[in-house]
């Protein structure tokens, strides 16, 4: 029996990245998917696929109006950062927005009664370790000094949600997802995160190739598509407000993912770390063990797949745009 055949879906940021590929995905399992469209419009899939309607999230009614009627709520709208969460001129604007939006999110699914809502927390709250992070570890020390505000944030986050479980009876699918990437993500150099910054500048040619960090920094790398697949498997079998890690479960450093997005684009030049310029939390990788016990999660993307799918679509999407 499949789940999701004919559930009004609702997926706040559904024009964004993470939110574009819920809709893809949502779309082929046969749900009557909508999209809240505040700023921008889609990229991914096109108008008239779905239910799309005019709403800014930050005003609580607007919210409530929004959600009215959905029995599901994707909740995949938030401020996109990258060095800004560290090191940018006003790395709290990213906090407060995604602050508002959730807690408007969750206040509307609770007094509309949807039945379930998708909570992203973030690998970003874990304390530093030198092992793959597990759930239970979240509140064992405090998050990594380069995260203090994100992270936190973050945790504040999980915590509201697991109030609307409690108090308000929904269900709550809560997700800590590592650092993911695939196509339409966001490349632009203010806001994107280390794949796609790389891809960008690799097929962009350019030289010297200057990375921040010694290149040994050590990451967990999901592809979006497996992102999804596992959130959604979350939402249908584990909606009761206990984490779950979502990642690659297999670590990478830094220099090898250079190395082979060099390689995908085949821009010939030596990188160059910049051990003095900032750099985030060492080692991160969550343990995944979780998802495959409770859900039968297993990444299906393969990592240098997953990099090849990227650069692929940028370089289409950038011959389109010329």
């Not at 239910?51 to 959905?70: I, M, N, V, Y």
């Not at 280390?194 to 891809?199: C, H, T």
């Not at 690799?202 to 040994?216: I, K, L, M, S, Y």
């Amino acid at each position: 029996m499949n789940f999701w055949k004919d559930k009004k879906v609702l997926v706040t940021g559904g024009t964004g990245f993470v939110g574009s590929h819920f809709v893809l995905q949502l779309l082929e399992a046969g749900a009557r998917v909508s999209v809240p469209i505040h700023r921008r419009e889609p990229k991914a899939w096109k108008l008239g696929q779905v239910k799309t309607f005019s709403a800014d999230l930050e005003d609580p009614r607007a919210c409530r109006e929004a959600l009215a009627g959905q029995e599901i709520v994707v909740h995949a709208a938030g401020a996109v950062s990258a060095a800004g969460v560290t090191t940018g001129s006003n790395p709290f604007s990213p906090i407060t927005t995604n602050l508002i939006l959730t807690a408007n999110v969750l206040e509307a699914a609770w007094a509309v009664q949807s039945e379930r809502i998708l909570i992203f927390g973030s690998s970003t709250g874990y304390p530093e370790t030198s092992h793959p992070v597990a759930e239970e570890e979240m509140w064992s020390g405090p998050p990594h000094s380069s995260y203090f505000g994100y992270g936190w944030m973050r945790r504040y986050l999980e915590k509201m949600a697991e109030f609307v479980q409690l108090r308000g009876g929904r269900g709550v699918a809560l997700v800590r997802p590592t650092a993911t990437y695939g196509p339409f993500d966001d490349f632009e150099p203010a806001t994107s995160h280390v794949i796609p910054a790389l891809v960008r500048r690799a097929v962009g040619r350019e030289t010297p190739f200057v990375v921040w960090g010694t290149g040994a920094e050590e990451r967990d790398f999901l592809y979006i598509e497996d992102l999804v697949r596992g959130s959604l498997l979350v939402l249908e079998k584990h909606a009761v407000c206990d984490p779950v890690n979502l990642g690659y479960g297999k670590a990478i450093l830094i220099r090898q993912i250079v190395e082979i997005i060099l390689g995908i684009t085949g821009h010939k030049t030596e990188p160059v770390f910049r051990t003095d310029r900032p750099t985030t939390i060492p080692r991160r990788l969550v343990d995944c063990r979780k998802a495959g016990q409770l859900l039968g999660f297993v990444p299906q993307v393969d990592l240098v797949d997953g990099l090849q799918k990227t650069v692929s679509f940028y370089t289409s999407s950038k011959k389109k745009n010329r």
